[in-house]
């Protein structure tokens, strides 16, 4: 084996081997309903383990559901990761109402919607370059029923004016 090999085999071995930015997705909520549909919120914690900050160039997400995709996309240059410490990034994902309606053969079973998020969160390590860190997800968002609405009604009815006695 010549020096270059020698170099070549040595350089790839340390960067292999060299610690790497970690992420991780810590929730996912129902952020936003409105006229033009529904907006998902991922929580995704980023940490850094370097002296300096990473630009993050995207983030490329899917939302699945009864495995179908209801939502893709991609959101460009959302900032960067603090050096030495951890960031969290909220990542929203928009889903319009027509997608919604489709998805009823999932919600009639038992009123749950089941979901899988998938990212790709696209940074710039120096050296290396562009690295993809891949994460998921999966949930199920229940959805509230005619009775927990009418009792989630009377029960801020009765947090709001104390006052009110009922006698039986």
Do not use: Q
Request: hydrophobic share 40%.
């Amino acid at each position: 084996m010549d020096l270059i090999d020698k170099a070549k085999n040595f350089v790839s071995e340390k960067i292999a081997n060299m610690e790497k930015p970690e992420a991780t997705i810590t929730d996912v909520d129902l952020n936003k309903l409105g006229f033009d549909g529904v907006t998902f919120h991922a929580k995704v914690a980023v940490k850094n383990p370097y002296s300096v900050s990473i630009p993050i160039m995207e983030i490329d997400y899917v939302l699945k559901s009864a495995s179908r995709v209801i939502a893709s996309g991609r959101i460009p240059d959302p900032g960067n990761i603090k050096a030495n410490d951890s960031t969290m990034l909220d990542v929203p994902v928009k889903v319009p109402h027509s997608i919604l309606l489709s998805l009823v053969k999932d919600i009639g079973g038992d009123w749950d919607v089941d979901y899988t998020l998938e990212l790709g969160l696209i940074i710039d390590l120096p050296v290396i370059g562009n690295f993809t860190i891949p994460l998921s997800y999966c949930g199920e968002y229940k959805l509230p029923t005619l009775s927990d609405l009418w009792k989630g009604g009377k029960e801020e009815e009765e947090k709001e004016d104390p006052s009110k006695v009922v006698v039986i």
